[in-house]
């Protein structure tokens, strides 16, 4: 009998409840969704469900090592607490820094902050929320007063309309995606708008994309703020009650722009679609804005999220049913880390640096004897320091930052000089890890255990479901170990997560009330939570104090706000453009983010071959006419350079990208590719206010990459390919996949692919075909009758279809006939190729769909899911889906 625990899902911000079946024998999970649990109802994407197959022991840090060396916990956590008391003692606290992610658990991130600014008394922690949620915390704390998500996810099914700004839902935030695919399905009337340079797999329900001119939003919204205003849309009363700064922003947005046609303009939309955008935001009451990258990742991302919010409280459409703006956030636990306080601006407990009593009021609380008084370095600005030699110990934990900061060559310099880096993780070799002089094993999911925040302010549990793997320690473990031997024992004595629980809950509603200044944060509640409680504590959404018990679904009902005046602020905008723009050497705007498969830096999505399927290569997404004009031929390899790095990606020609912009994804580390780590080329400008990098806006430019010869390897075993001078790896079910391409040909392809694959080279293990003249060759090596490996070579991009090839792993026995196609690379007659998969959950490919679309005569997307069962599971491929159809 399977035992089934409840837990929530470690990728996206939607946090979805999961139960998860533990087989502890065996070490595998069956993974479903949890149908009590609010964020998802038991709905799941194609990532939650493949979970399972990421919890194996390959590729997982086991042990501390120490310069290289495998080492005892006591004598790594010494190591570390001795470089950092050194540091410190010989050049003050500034010079040592953590650098923290949202992959943390509430109860180790609040731990990690408490140790750097109560205890070592420097603010210099700051965390990839950075690169994330930080021009949202911004842009809420100037309206707001404080950090605040007003909605919940229930307003999704209320809303009247839905307006997608710089959001993919569709492949970042599936399930609130299938969530509102559902509400439309119930209420056609349900208006969907997605504003995005890229036409998205989120357009799929749009009933209008605004393709929008990367970084003009508040263009956008200023004018639609002015349309309000004109049309006499806006709420009079709820503004004169409840706001303040309404005119200033308004001439603000005047000064912008003077009529519809200026801002379709200045946004490069047809003037009419601006005006049907306008025109439904005015004409419906229930409109909800959901915002991600599109909007906080740029040098703007502030401006453009009061932008947002301004429309919303002109309209007073906040805090109510099927209303308001809503920053969708990315990480398990991005909205954990708000909390605790893990940026280098923020105190614990949404407190403030700018807020003197506030400093001493934490201080006061931890019994701090040195709380640091002033703001710390953030990202961008925090490895610039390490560079500068400003910074000279630093601690990096769950994340990645030689792949996902910007400047990402100057970064992994930078850790190069530092004196000492400690790293960690739940995975040996990732791009940072390998540049650690002391690496720690941390426990990951499935094995940590406390508490993450969802989007909608939802704290739910991660529960244990196995043993650790190794000697993984937990992160907060880890970090109180080191504070005891900096000294700090007293103020650390944590023997688990719910004591550490029980200590943020209490920080909250420390000196919280009338008197003091009211705190949005306040779980103080929970603050006397058993043991036993925790461990059965249900989601729930904050705040949860005497006022909430059972906590509280929507903020601001009650129109009250968090600043002096208790008046919700207008912010005036001046639009600005992005901070470097296009130019002769640089002609194209390069536009990163994600993909509906992988996480990140694949560290773990990397690892589930049903993952890997989708999108197995890195690519660019190229519009036709730059194709043409930089003499890009579809599937072939391209250079991509900007004043700060490059990369090598294959050519995908699509006119869903708009001409002068290229998209690539983020997703690719030096683990999975030679040169596909698109953080080399990006942008270091940043946000002033929220100093969050520009990510989605680069100048760079393209040409094709010329090289001596193109080919690929499937192979059984993991190989290397090193020397070559461009690879990319992917996992398959039963194979590794290689895509290659080199400047130099080797003397002689026999040996070449003797000496790579393996094997005795001789008939009937070893078949080759071999065309010298032309520089075609294609090998393959069997053993016991079964496909090792296959190998194919050519002068030109055009390889044959992997798919077939890939499939011939499936077998335990080549028939004859498999045999003599098998250097064709096509199936033998009879056999059909799938083609690329579309559906991961169950296997369904391309050429399938389309061959029953023709054959049988299927016309909609369920037509497909009764006969081939494709998009039936998580839904995940249903906009793929439509496309085909
Ligand atoms: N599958 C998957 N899901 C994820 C993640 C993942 O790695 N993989 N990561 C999670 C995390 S941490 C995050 S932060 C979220 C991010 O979720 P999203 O923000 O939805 O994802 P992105 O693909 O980064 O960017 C969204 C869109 O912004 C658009 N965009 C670029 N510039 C502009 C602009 O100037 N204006 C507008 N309006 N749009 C613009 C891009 O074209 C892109 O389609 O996803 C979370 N979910
Ligand atoms: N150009 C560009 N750059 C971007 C973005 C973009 O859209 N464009 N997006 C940005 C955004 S929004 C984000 S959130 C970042 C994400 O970028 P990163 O944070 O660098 O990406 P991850 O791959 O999630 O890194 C997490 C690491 O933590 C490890 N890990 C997982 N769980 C745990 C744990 O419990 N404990 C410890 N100690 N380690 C753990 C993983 O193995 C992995 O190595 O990238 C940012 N960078
Ligand atoms: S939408 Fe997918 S990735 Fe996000 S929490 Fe739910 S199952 Fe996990
Ligand atoms: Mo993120």
Not at 572 to 580: F, G, L, V
Request: net charge neutral.
């Amino acid at each position: 009998m399977t035992e089934y625990v409840k837990t929530t899902c470690p990728y996206c911000g939607v946090g979805c409840g999961i139960e998860a079946g533990v087989d502890e024998i065996k070490h595998l999970l069956n993974i479903r969704g949890d149908k009590t649990h609010p964020a998802n109802f038991g709905r799941l994407c194609s990532k939650g469900s493949a979970l399972g197959d990421t919890v194996g022991l390959k590729g997982r840090l086991l042990h501390p090592e120490v310069y290289g060396q495998r080492s005892s916990w006591p004598e790594a956590l010494d190591r570390v607490a001795e470089s950092f008391s050194d540091t410190i003692a010989r050049y003050g606290a500034d010079a040592v820094a953590i650098y923290a992610s949202g992959q943390l658990l509430t109860e180790d991130y609040y731990v990690a902050n408490k140790l750097m600014k109560g205890f070592i008394g420097s603010a210099n922690i700051d965390t990839n929320s950075r690169l994330c949620m930080s021009s949202s915390v911004s842009g809420h704390k100037r309206a707001f007063g404080a950090d605040t998500v007003p909605g919940c996810y229930e307003d999704l099914e209320l809303a009247e309309m839905i307006v997608l700004v710089g959001s993919n839902a569709a492949w970042c935030h599936p399930v609130i995606f299938q969530r509102i695919r559902a509400a439309k399905t119930a209420n056609p009337q349900l208006k969907i708008v997605v504003i995005d340079p890229r036409r998205t797999g989120s357009c799929d329900i749009a009933d209008l994309h605004l393709p929008i001119a990367g970084g003009s939003d508040a263009m956008l919204f200023n004018g639609l703020l002015q349309y309000l205003q004109q049309r006499h849309a806006i709420d009079r009363r709820y503004i004169e009650t409840h706001t303040e700064g309404f005119a200033a922003a308004l001439n603000a947005a005047a000064a912008s722009s003077q009529s519809i046609e200026q801002v379709a303009e200045a946004c490069r939309l047809p003037a009419g679609d601006v005006r049907t955008f306008y025109r439904w935001f005015a004409g419906h009451h229930k409109v909800m804005s959901l915002y991600s990258q599109g909007v906080n990742q740029s040098s703007s991302g502030t401006d453009k999220v009061n932008s947002i919010i301004n429309c919303h409280l002109a309209t007073g459409r906040i805090g109510k049913p099927g209303m308001g703006p809503f920053s969708l956030t990315g990480q398990p636990n991005a909205m954990g880390g708000r909390e605790v306080g893990g940026l280098a601006n923020q105190l614990a407990a949404h407190m403030d640096f700018s807020n003197p009593a506030d400093i001493d009021r934490v201080e006061r609380f931890w019994g701090s004897p040195t709380i640091a008084g002033k703001p710390g370095l953030s990202a961008v600005e925090l490895f610039d320091a390490i560079y500068d030699g400003k910074v000279k110990a630093v601690w990096i934990m769950g994340t990645n930052p030689v792949v996902s900061l910007p400047n990402a060559d100057k970064v992994r310099q930078a850790l190069r000089q530092c004196p000492f880096v400690v790293v960690s993780d739940c995975i040996a070799d990732t791009d940072t890890a390998k540049l650690a002089h002391v690496l720690l094993p941390a426990q990951g999911w499935s094995e940590k255990d406390g508490t993450v925040t969802n989007s909608e302010r939802r704290i739910s549990r991660q529960r244990t479901l196995f043993a650790p793997a190794g000697d993984a320690k937990p992160d907060w473990w880890i970090i109180t170990q080191v504070a005891r031997r900096l000294g700090f024992g007293q103020a650390f004595p944590y023997q688990s997560p719910v004591e550490i629980f029980r200590e943020h809950a209490a920080l909250s509603g420390f000196e919280n009330d009338s008197r003091h200044g009211l705190r949005d944060f306040d779980i103080s509640a929970l603050a006397d939570i058993s043991a036993h409680e925790y461990d059965n504590l249900q989601p729930i959404q904050w705040p949860v104090n005497q006022a909430n018990p059972y906590g509280r679904a929507r903020m601001f009902d009650d129109s009250r706000f968090f600043n002096a005046a208790g008046k919700a602020q207008f912010v005036a905008i001046t639009p600005r453009p992005p901070s470097n723009a296009p130019n002769k050497d640089y002609p194209l705007v390069l536009n990163t983010g994600r993909l509906r498969d992988q996480w990140h830096t694949m560290t773990r999505t990397g690892l589930a071959a049903r993952l890997n399927q989708h999108k197995p290569e890195v690519f660019v997404d190229v519009h036709p006419l730059d194709a043409a004009r930089h003499g890009l031929l579809p599937d072939s390899l391209a250079l991509l350079e900007s004043a700060w790095g490059s990369m090598l990606a294959r050519v995908q020609v699509t006119s869903d990208q708009q001409p002068g912009s290229l998209f690539v994804p983020m997703h690719w580390s030096e683990q999975f590719a030679s040169r596909g780590r698109m953080g080399a080329l990006v942008n270091p400008a940043i946000d002033p206010v929220s100093r969050q990098p520009e990510s989605k806006h680069t100048p760079v430019r393209i040409s094709s990459y010329q090289a001596a010869w193109h080919g690929f390897v499937l192979s059984r075993r993991e190989l290397a390919f090193n020397d070559v001078e461009y690879w990319a790896k992917s996992k398959g079910e039963s194979f590794y996949r290689y895509e290659l391409a080199g400047n130099t040909l080797p003397p002689s392809w026999p040996d070449w692919a003797r000496a790579r694959l393996g094997g005795s080279g001789q008939i009937p293990d070893w078949q080759e075909y071999h065309d010298s003249g032309l520089g075609h060759y294609r090998a393959a090596r069997i053993i016991d009758n079964r496909l090792e490996s296959v190998l194919v070579i050519s002068p030109h991009h055009n390889l044959p279809e992997r798919n077939w090839l890939a499939s011939l792993f499936d077998k335990d026995f080549l028939e004859q006939s498999d045999r003599k196609a098998l250097l064709t690379g096509m199936p033998p007659q009879g056999v059909p190729d799938c083609g690329n998969i579309v559906c991961v959950c169950f296997n369904v490919g391309e050429k399938t769909i389309r061959s029953a679309i023709q054959e049988q005569g299927l016309k909609t997307v369920r037509d497909i899911g009764n006969c081939l069962k494709a998009g039936t599971n998580c839904g995940s491929c249903l906009p793929e889906i439509k496309a085909l159809l």
